[in-house]
T-cell receptor
């Protein structure tokens, strides 16, 4: 079975600090996808990024960047110059085939990291 | 923009009641999912559906059933609510393109309390 580990349960930073959220995964699939979602206090999960296992290029989107390293099975997320609005729970997720035909799949989520950015 | 809506943000029910949670998406997505979210446990998949009238069990289907009579609507049913079903329920949908690469989009969630 697949597994996603977000070892940091809670992180607290002061505004403008950089912060990295760790995600380590386990899978036997050779092809897989990794996702990051943000859950602000309102409750709705907001999709941030999807990465497939063949694309190890790092990605940057504004203040957000993602570092995918297959060798260490990690997909870490960095927020540069954090802001109070970044305060949320962040989830890392891994997709998994549910049958050998590959027609059904599910997401396995980590337990999330609560990020608090203080003014 | 993908829009997934859930019928209630907050719901309070009594033990033994039959409870319906409704989810509607407006993007013609084939796939729909129901999760529950509990502190320290993350998100766990209850049921999912890849087509109308089709359903598959997730990781924790016991005590729940689902209905998908129309493509845009996926209902979660608690046949006889119990206190251990107090939780946040999240609905998601995705367009079927690459299978496990499909991105799931989530609704705002329903916080259910069973007394």
């Amino acid at each position: 079975a697949q597994k996603v580990t977000q070892a940091q349960t809670e992180i607290s930073v002061v505004e403008k600090e950089d912060v990295t959220l760790d995600c380590v995964y386990e899978t036997r699939d050779t092809t897989y996808y990794l996702f990051w979602y943000k859950q602000p206090p309102s409750g709705e999960l907001v999709f941030l990024i999807r990465r497939n296992s063949f694309d190890e290029q790092n990605e940057i989107s504004g203040r957000y960047s993602w570092n995918f390293q297959k060798s260490t099975s990690s997909f870490n997320f960095t927020i540069t110059a954090s802001q109070v609005v970044d305060s949320a729970v962040y989830f890392c997720a891994l997709s998994e085939d549910l049958n050998s035909g590959g027609s059904n799949y599910k997401l396995t989520f980590g337990k999330g990291t609560l990020l608090t950015v203080n003014p | 923009d993908v829009k997934v809506t859930q019928s209630s943000r907050y719901l309070v029910k009594r033990t033994g009641e039959k409870v319906f949670l409704e989810c509607v998406q407006d993007m013609d997505h084939e796939n729909m999912f129901w999760y529950r979210q509990d502190p320290g446990l993350g998100l766990r998949l209850i049921y999912f559906s890849y087509d109308v009238k089709m359903k598959e069990k997730g990781d924790i289907p016991e005590g729940y059933s689902v209905s998908r009579e129309k493509k845009e609507r996926f209902s979660l049913i608690l046949e006889s609510a119990s206190t251990n079903q107090t939780s946040m329920y999240l609905c998601a949908s995705s367009l079927h393109t690459s299978g496990k690469g499909d991105t799931q989009y989530f609704g705002p969630g329903t916080r259910l309390t069973v007394l």
